[in-house]
């Protein structure tokens, strides 16, 4: 690039979205604005499969609707 050109940034969103379940080698969540279920694969998952919760919201960041990488939180309270 030269020192005058201008680059369009990307349109990433980080929306909330619950997980509903695993399936096969891709996990399936939905997000809170709509009802279409986006999944994602193990590249964007990558360690954060073992902090997942059923119906647990994350944030999880989309380029174009396609899922970059899960943000799990730092603590869980489950009931047991």
């Known amino acids: 690039f030269k020192s005058g050109d201008s680059v369009v940034g990307a349109a990433v969103m980080e929306p ?3 997980y509903l379940y695993p399936g096969g080698v891709f996990w399936h969540f939905l997000p809170n604005y709509t009802f279409e279920q986006i999944s ?3 590249k964007a998952m990558g360690d954060n499969v073992k ?3 059923d119906n647990y ?3 999880f960041p989309l380029c174009i609707g396609n899922p970059l990488s899960l943000t799990t939180p730092n603590f869980v309270e489950l009931e047991i």
Do not use: N, R, Y
Request: hydrophobic letters at 60%; zero cysteines.
């Open 16 to 18: 909330e979205l619950a």
């Open 51 to 53: 902090g997942l919760v």
């Open 40 to 42: 994602a694969d193990e």
């Open 57 to 59: 919201v994350f944030k």
